[in-house]
Every structure is written in C-alpha cells, then in structure tokens.
C-alpha cells in the first residue's frame, strides 16, 4: 500500500456508489462508496491510498482527515 494522500471530495453519486476527489495536486480521482470509512460528503476533507486500476487510478481506504473529525 502507498503513502496517504489529502484531498477534497467534489462529487458524490449515491445512486451508483461512487465519488471524485481532487487531490492536492489538482487530479481528480475516483472512489467506490464501498471503500469509505466514515461519513463523508461534497467538501469533506479525507485522506486515501491510491491504487492502479484497468480504468487508472483509485482511492481506497479513504476516510475523513483528522481535522474533519468532531468528537
């Protein structure tokens, strides 16, 4: 697995279980709902992995930043 990277998210479909985030060099990256640890919506700040799919590249374990986080 790699290093975490930041990003926003920019896009959420909840009908067809995927999203976009932007990362913090300007690309955007697709996710699967189904790799979202925590509650997330447009603007929430998080932090993923990347992997290399047949379609590019993916963010997986994606879950909110510290920051986002309220206790």
């Known amino acids: 697995m790699g290093v975490?990277?930041?990003g926003d998210v920019i896009q959420?479909?909840?009908e067809n279980g995927h999203g976009i985030i932007i990362d913090e060099n300007g690309q955007d990256i697709h996710f699967q709902l189904d790799?979202?640890?925590d509650r997330i919506n447009i603007n929430s700040k998080i932090v993923?992995?990347?992997e290399l799919h047949e379609r590019g590249l993916v963010a997986v374990n994606v879950k909110l930043a510290?920051?986002?986080i309220k206790v």
């Open 48 to 50: 993923f992995e990347i």
């Open 66 to 68: 510290m920051e986002e």
């Open 4 to 6: 975490n990277r930041k």
């Open 35 to 37: 790799d979202v640890s």
């Open 12 to 14: 959420i479909d909840f």
